[in-house]
């Protein structure tokens, strides 16, 4: 482009000069004509001279205003460019902002997780040992009990009767019951036998129950307790046993005598 308007511009400028000097040359060889036209023949050079400069002028304005246009559009478009390229990297911006926010919820949520796990570890830690120590006492005691399973086992399941005995007395013997309120168990086992609990004789055998429960044990303290007389007879109080008056081959006969 700019090498056309130096060629336009070099034309027009030989178009202008050449009449001046075509004009200049044609004045008459007549002194006093000649004189004269060459001094108007000067004034319309110096008139086509500045024509030439406004006209050389003009083309040099043009050109520098083609030039800022040039500019000014190549300057939009890379404004447009940027514009468009900032647009982009602010909404990419806003997604990771948004995915950032996300990501410090889901953070704070596992952080939250993370904790509550570290608190049930400890706790499961805590259960664990308290569990061995449970396994531990639980070998304990199962030894005990085994041990007392044995010692049970080889407690007596009958008994002898001797002079003296009542069925408190048994009860209360350590090898018995250790409990003279259990009486009754020793007397619904012998029913058979034993027809008054109040009356028993020497070298009777009666069983002693040992495969008893917690409500049996429960009931015959409660029987113990509530054993009335027998009707008609003359009521004496022996121990917690109420006891009537007895043949001399009773065992109680010695506690009457000897009360």
Known sequence: MRKLT????????????SPAVFAETSCPSNISNYE?????????NAT????????????????????????YNKALEEYNTLK????????ELAMLKAQEAELEQRYNALSSDIEALKQEI????????????LKARLAQAGSKVE??????MALPKSYRVVRGDTLWGISSKSYIYNDPWQWPLIYRANRDKIKNPHLIFPNQVFTIPRNITAEEVIEARKQALRT????????????????????KTATDYFLFMNK
Do not use: H, W
């Open 48 to 71: 086509q001279t500045n024509s030439t400069e406004t006209a050389i002028t003009t083309t040099q304005t043009t050109t520098s205003y083609e030039e800022l246009m040039a500019q």
């Open 6 to 17: 130096k060629i336009v511009t070099a034309v027009l400028i030989s178009a202008m000069i």
């Open 84 to 91: 468009a390229e900032l647009e982009k990297e602010e909404k």
């Open 147 to 152: 041990m007392l399973r044995r010692k049970f």
């Open 228 to 247: 009335p007389p027998p009707p008609g007879a003359k009521v004496i109080k022996v121990g917690p046993v109420k006891a009537e008056d007895v043949p």
């Open 36 to 44: 004269t036209c060459v001094a108007t023949n000067a004034t319309e």
């Open 122 to 133: 400890a706790y499961r830690k805590q259960l664990e040992a308290k569990i061995a120590e």
